[in-house]
């Protein structure tokens, strides 16, 4: 039998969640994490000529934002790890120039949210670094007319198709005590369950969810029940059912406590999608709504799984099937300690 | 004064070169680093029918000759971290979805080859896994339909465009002692010199050398003097010539112990291009033959600087500048010590 390859790191010392920034457009603006926003722009152009200027404008934002409510200096942060969906990731490498920080240029689709967070926390935890500031973005007009056709087409789309979520999420990880810090991560492995449909992308990223689940609960040896909240990033819909049933036939219930985050971040039933999706979704609704209900005490202790499908649209043509992936980071809620 | 930000880790504890293997087409094969390869193709399609499969072909080759150089088996690696230079690094995707392993998915274009070996050194370093493996590819025909024209155009171009170099490199990074070991790491920053032209990325690039080398030495503390070889990953004839140029006026004279990988990889004068790139050059030519001279002894310290344009061509059509960035990696060959 072939030995497991490890997947989660439980850390030893807390990494902190410094601080953490969200910025959107305004439809995101309208849905229920609207409230939760630093900062939303009146229309998709977000004061510039073009989406992907606009979608640096969200980036900057967020990563402004976030220095400033951490009360940092540019010269405090170690490290900048970023992603977007655009091809060559423009709108980070695009933002990093704006910044003296060493760049680590990521990419795992609307997974790069949680593989950033994991990625600056174990760096951290390790001493490599003291302060890494993360950052991830999207936007609807870019994204759509890179990933499908243009917005003028006015192509009808099946009942299982996603909206990019317009916005951006940046958030700053430290050894620096706060009120919510990481617990653990678990790095995904690209799966491939067969899925060729570009727009049910909740379907075809739903296993990679739950594979990335299944293994945080095996390697650290908890049940389901360690958990107030299961977030995924953007399953829609059908993905989150599906996410759901694949968990039950595994005998793990969590329909009491489980959230996505593409279901949440325009209301339950936006005009006419099956959810919100890009890799601001999970970022919009982790550091926004999420982050907002632990430092309330409603939740002490929440598992956000962020998904990622790796496809492009060439390879969509080539007949292939899409590999997905899921970056799993645990957020707990700090308890006040006596002398603390 | 703002506060330099550390961008250079010196290892307490060396991390070594396990394995590496390199895999290319057959222009790669007639070159100078021909012999040194551990496969290569006959032709582009490298077995397969589209350019992207060919790209994935190369990768997986590179993996698996690597991991059978170093006598390993699938479970012993820990990490996967690859990156190539397709939109949403497809070539990387599709390769982790055959290996079992958590997936870190990289992007900073030509220089994705060092990035990827700095992030597994660290992670080694610091215990977080025991053995890493680090993937970078490049084709020529799927990039150049990517990011410029149909080959079969047959459009002119400059005598500073650079040619994509069709080949994968793989490198097994481990704290199990080997011939080669990382020394220390500089992770780059995202510099803009206000270069606009695709079709002179050596020029846009050599500012990223210069700085991130320079940056290395502040850093270390040490001189030009104390490495072997400066190697630089894709700069070009012309691009060469002007990070020489800004060393000089640094007082850096490093023109005997300098080299570029694009300039090295076809040979000094290819036919009608100013060198190779790809971020599959700089892995052929450290892995291949870098790597070959210091186990024979001929070089025992060198600095490798890949290096990489951070554009994708709607950012060219947007009249943008490119950003560019560079990627560090110091290699030792390590001394049999009494007793070892």
């Known amino acids: 039998m072939m030995k497991k390859i490890r997947q989660t790191w439980v850390l030893e010392n807390p990494v902190y969640v410094e601080a953490a920034a969200i910025v959107a ?13 630093d900062h939303s722009f009146k229309n998709l152009y977000c004061g510039e000529t073009t989406w992907e200027k606009a979608e640096r404008a969200l980036m900057k934002e967020a990563v402004d934002r976030s220095l400033k409510k951490a009360g940092r200096q540019t010269e405090d942060i170690d490290m900048f790890a970023a992603g977007d969906l655009l091809n060559q990731t423009v709108t980070s490498n695009y933002t990093a120039r704006d910044y003296p920080w060493p760049y680590m240029g990521l990419y795992s689709a609307c997974a790069t949210s949680m593989q950033s967070v994991a990625l600056l926390t174990l760096l951290v935890h390790s001493g490599i670094i003291k302060r890494g500031l993360s950052a991830v973005s999207s936007h609807y007009g870019a994204a759509e007319r890179q990933f499908r056709n243009p917005v003028e087409h006015v192509r009808q789309k099946p009942s299982t198709a996603m909206k990019t979520v317009t916005g951006a999420g940046a958030v700053i990880l430290s050894d620096s005590p706060a009120e919510i810090a990481v617990g653990s991560v678990t790095i995904g492995k690209a799966v491939d369950w067969d899925m060729k449909d570009p727009l049910d992308m909740g379907q075809a990223m739903a296993p990679a ?38 968990c039950e036939e595994d005998g793990l219930f969590i329909t009491d406590k489980y959230l996505d985050g593409g279901n949440t971040i325009f209301g339950y039933h936006p005009s006419g999608c099956a959810g919100g999706s890009g890799a601001a979704c999970s970022a919009l609704v982790t550091y926004g709504y ?22 492009n649209p060439l390879t969509v043509r080539q007949k292939e099937t899409i590999p997905c992936i899921a970056h799993a980071v645990e957020f707990i809620r700090v308890e006040e300690t006596a002398g603390g």
């Not at 095996?218 to 059908?238: A, C, N, P, Q, V």
């Not at 999420?290 to 496809?311: D, E, P």
């Open 25 to 37: 457009g305004p439809q995101e603006r309208e849905g229920p994490v609207g409230s939760y926003l």
């Open 209 to 246: 969810a739950y594979e990335t689940f299944r293994r945080h609960l095996e390697d650290t040896g908890r049940s389901e029940k360690d958990y107030d909240l299961i977030l995924t990033g953007d399953l829609s819909m059908f993905g989150s059912r599906q996410f759901l049933e694949l």
């Open 290 to 311: 999420v982050f907002h209900k632990m430092r309330s005490a409603h939740w002490k202790k929440v598992l956000c799984i962020a998904t990622g499908a790796l496809f």
